[in-house]
């Protein structure tokens, strides 16, 4: 892939947060703040999304990132994608019922994306986005099934 060397192979990533109740944090990442929150219906005053619900866009945006930088190094165009997602969440965890080994059964990806790139090209993107993005490479690791249905539509 990518022959560019960034430096170290491990950083710290650092993030903190003020937890102004018991269902909202004001987490700082860098620059940036994200809000999480609860619904109104479970206690909380929807001023941001679910913490799971930041953690499903997380595996969207990485899926988006990542994506674009493996057609990048394969001299691949990509002009537009659009993700959608259906996550299975095992709410017993979630509600104090019993642990849960896999909290995200199944992941289903819906993605269109608009490129150049020939099936034999773009199967390869597929190949180096199942090796590099971290937030699916997690995932999969803890036993969730991530189901990709890529939609190629021809530049």
């Known amino acids: 892939m990518s022959k560019t060397n960034t430096g170290h192979e491990t950083v710290k990533m ?13 987490i700082i990442v860098g620059d940036h703040e994200i809000i999480t929150d609860e619904p109104e219906a479970r206690g909380g005053s929807n001023l941001g999304a679910a913490p799971v619900q930041t ?27 659009q993700i959608e997602m259906e996550a299975e969440i095992d709410r017993r965890g979630m509600m104090l019922t019993e642990a849960v080994e ?4 199944s992941i289903t990806l819906n993605i269109e994306v608009k490129t150049n790139a020939t099936d034999p090209e773009w199967d390869q993107v597929i190949e180096y986005l199942h090796k590099f993005c971290p937030i ?20």
């Open 14 to 26: 650092k993030l903190s947060a003020t937890c102004p109740s018991h269902s909202r944090a004001d």
């Open 102 to 105: 896999v909290p995200f059964p």
């Open 55 to 81: 953690f499903m866009a997380s595996l969207i945006g990485c899926t988006n990132v990542i994506t674009n930088k493996c057609a990048h190094d394969l001299g691949i165009e990509i002009s537009s994608m």
């Open 136 to 155: 699916a490479v997690a995932l999969r690791a803890s036993g969730t099934n991530i189901i990709e249905n890529w939609n190629l539509i021809r530049d």
